[in-house]
């Protein structure tokens, strides 16, 4: 399997939860030191000029994803920046569902991975954490 999705529930419209994914980002993602490329200097993280970006306490920044699709309300996709070997993708997709939006995050490439760091992001457990951490702004 070179892929893996998980996804949640929020309690808004697509355009609200493609916002709050998107433009803030750096309210809802949760800081420490496995969620950072550099966590020394990380101070916070925005989609900004094309970019996913970790912005640095020293005013630099490491861009890990470079955003290949933007569809607000219902779609996003960057590729991967920090995996030297090979072209990974994430997707978020944004749906409209009775009470809310369901929103769904595949992540793909996952072959070009050494086994086990594809095998931990295949668990979904990294993933589950992320879009935890989104759906905690309604909870």
Same mark, same amino acid.
């Given at each position: 399997?070179?892929?893996?999705?998980? %996804?949640?529930?929020?309690? +808004? &419209? /697509?355009?609200? *939860?493609?916002?709050?994914?998107?433009?803030?980002?750096?309210?809802?993602? =949760?800081? %420490?030191?496995?969620?950072? +490329? &550099? /966590?020394?200097? *990380?101070?916070?993280?925005?989609?900004?000029?094309?970019?996913?970006?970790? =912005?640095?306490?020293?005013?630099?920044? +490491? &861009?890990?994803?470079?955003?290949?699709?933007?569809?607000?309300?219902?779609?996003?996709?960057?590729?991967?920046?920090?995996?030297?070997?090979?072209?990974?993708?994430?997707?978020?997709?944004?749906?409209?569902?009775?009470?809310?939006?369901?929103?769904?995050?595949?992540?793909?490439?996952?072959?070009?991975?050494?086994?086990?760091?594809?095998?931990?992001?295949?668990?979904?457990?990294?993933?589950?954490?992320?879009?935890?951490?989104?759906?905690?702004?309604?909870?």
């Amino acid at each position: 399997m070179s892929s893996v999705q998980t %996804g949640v529930t929020v309690p +808004v &419209d /697509p355009g609200t *939860a493609f916002r709050v994914f998107t433009d803030e980002i750096d309210r809802w993602y =949760v800081r %420490g030191p496995h969620s950072w +490329v &550099d /966590p020394e200097r *990380a101070v916070g993280i925005r989609f900004e000029d094309g970019f996913l970006r970790e =912005v640095w306490s020293d005013g630099g920044h +490491v &861009d890990t994803g470079r955003i290949v699709v933007w569809e607000p309300p219902h779609r996003l996709v960057w590729a991967d920046l920090i995996n030297p070997t090979g072209r990974m993708e994430i997707e978020v997709a944004f749906t409209a569902v009775e009470g809310g939006t369901r929103v769904l995050l595949e992540h793909r490439g996952l072959d070009t991975l050494p086994p086990a760091v594809a095998g931990r992001i295949r668990s979904g457990y990294s993933w589950n954490i992320v879009l935890g951490w989104f759906a905690g702004q309604w909870s």
